[in-house]
């Protein structure tokens, strides 16, 4: 429901009209009661309207030569005067409606709603209210204020004013239905609002806390899917780990001996390693190493080998003569491998001795 309240004018105090979807629904004086929108209806003999093709770029634009119209058809000061622009239907003209008010009758105004508790949503020339006339004049009166309305033209109903704005034309008086359905028409869109620039209603910020629990419900949800996302994929990881952790077990098993039970396959795997190979480079790789150098010195011979537990070769060899002993320990130090060599001896035609072979 929309709640019209009319200013005083005259002898004629507060009055108000409330229009719902069925139409008009109350009437009375003084202030309205309840939490309704309300739209105050400013006189109309405070209220100067004129009509006239404004720039539709922009509000400024527009703003500014509805000023200048202002200024050139009004004796006060522009600095008084309070200048505001509506929007016509444009369906049979480009003429939007100008209302001129003094600016210290607008302060005044809303000041007098405020100390009554009353913050309207808009306010409106009485001239307004009334259809806009295909041809003529239309007269009505409401809430007490006679009212004439033409095409470009709406005024309070004075009769030598009357007369000298219709030049005589005769006025059709609005009947009481039709009347009810313009005002109510008006009063759901004002064509035009005084509330504009210095005296256009404050917004207040309203904390909507149904919005704000929705939104907290909403990022709830949010944390939740993706909290519940976390731990499905951790999950996922955790499997695949423990599918990874059984196969090397299984992989490991196949290469310890037969029967052991895995309980750090890495570890076993290592001791047994060392165990095959041995310590050092191993006995294969020194073993390997030692015979090529050995291939490497003609007229040398191993006639002993022995593997020790810390990794340490020891070679019996023998050499026709003592010169290719010295070869033999350069060669294998050549492979990489630190040689300690005994003293040889001579005996018969062969020169034998004792070679150390260990990593270095």
Known sequence: MTTLLFLPAGDIG????????????????????????????AP????????????????????????????????????ELHVAIGQEDKSDGTDRPIAVVGTAAMRDWLEMLARVGVDPVAMVPAPLLLPRPDEGYWQATIAGQALVRGRTSGFADETRLTELVTMGQSLTPLAHEPLDQAIAAAALSPSL??????????????????LIRRLAVLGVAIVGVTLAISLVRLAKYRFAADALEARADALAATGLPRGETVTD???????????????????STTTAAAF?????????????IDFAANGDLRLTVATEREALATDLKRALEAAGFAVQASVFQASGNRVTGEMTVRAR
């Open 44 to 79: 109309a003999d405070a209220v100067t309207l004129h009509w006239a093709d404004l720039p539709t770029r922009s509000t400024a634009q527009a703003t500014a030569a509805a000023r200048i119209l202002a200024a050139e058809a009004s004796a006060a000061p522009p600095g």
């Open 193 to 210: 609002d005084l509330r504009q620039g210095m005296f256009a209603r404050r917004r207040r910020l309203a904390v909507d806390w149904r």
């Open 265 to 283: 396959a890495d570890r076993q795997l290592s001791e047994r390693t060392g165990r095959v190979i041995g310590p050092g480079l191993g006995f």
């Open 14 to 41: 507060f009055r108000w009209m409330r229009f719902g979807d069925v139409g008009l629904m109350a009437r009375g004086d003084g202030i309205p009661a309840g939490e309704d929108p309300v739209i105050a209806v």
């Open 292 to 304: 090529a150098a050995v291939r490497a010195v003609p007229g040398t011979e191993v006639t002993a």
